[in-house]
């Protein structure tokens, strides 16, 4: 059974960055794609992108274009979403998570709440 | 990009009732549509993918249904621990999207 297991919550200023973890076990990392969604109370939930290690590909939603980053670290078996010039309205727990054969999210990470405020 | 609508956005149910949640598509998604579970304070659980297969482990009471825009899930006998909130969530697609959720309290 995979475990993702992230990293802990976060206060950054407006126009700050955070990098979030997402360390994986029970599997092999580069055997995994890795997807990234974020929740907040307005918003709901929101699929941010993913990153497939068979081809190193990354696909982003639009709206997160030029802000986001996600990469895969194999030798510590680590997942990170970076996210770039911060504002209020990213504040939001944001979750990793691996797909299943037919895109289903079906192992989760804890969630790491991360607040943007002056 | 495909969005999802939910209805109702809440519900009030007893134990023992039966319960459907209905998600439409805003485009044919085939049948590339879950539904997780979700608790205060915790990650979403998932439920049922590919339209109506269920994950592993997730009691018989739950089941989904649908293809192409509309979709629902059934909980067939509410039980105490299933109060929570219920999304779907389409992966015909990227931007994958999810819907606005449906919660589900104590009558």
């Known amino acids: 059974q995979v475990q993702l297991v992230q990293s802990g919550a976060e206060v950054k200023k407006p126009g700050a960055s955070v990098k979030v973890s997402c360390k994986v076990s029970g599997d092999t990392l580069p055997d995994l794609s890795m997807h990234w969604a974020r929740q907040a109370p307005v918003t709901g939930l929101e699929w941010m992108g993913s990153f497939d290690p068979e081809d190193a590909s990354v696909v982003y939603a639009q709206k997160f274009q030029g802000r986001v980053t996600m990469t895969e670290d194999s030798s510590t078996a680590t997942a990170y979403l970076e996210l770039r010039s911060l504002r209020s309205e990213d504040t939001a727990v944001y979750f990793c998570?691996?797909?299943?054969?037919?895109?289903?999210?079906?192992?989760w990470g804890q969630g790491t709440l991360i607040t943007v405020s002056s | 990009d495909i969005q999802m609508t939910q209805s109702p956005s809440s519900l009030s149910a007893s134990v023992g009732d039966r319960v459907t949640i209905t998600c439409r598509a805003s485009?044919?998604?085939?049948?590339?549509l879950s539904w997780y579970q979700q608790k205060p304070g915790k990650a979403p659980k998932l439920l049922v993918f590919a339209a109506s297969s269920l994950h592993t482990a997730v009691p018989s009471r739950f089941s989904g249904s649908g293809a192409g825009t509309d979709f629902t899930l059934t909980i067939s006998s509410l039980q105490p621990e299933d109060f929570a909130t219920y999304f779907c969530q389409q992966s015909y697609i990227t931007p994958y999207s999810f819907g606005q959720g449906t919660k589900v309290d104590i009558k």
């Open positions: 485009q044919s998604i085939s049948r590339y």
């Open positions: 998570a691996t797909p299943g054969r037919t895109g289903e999210l079906d192992n």
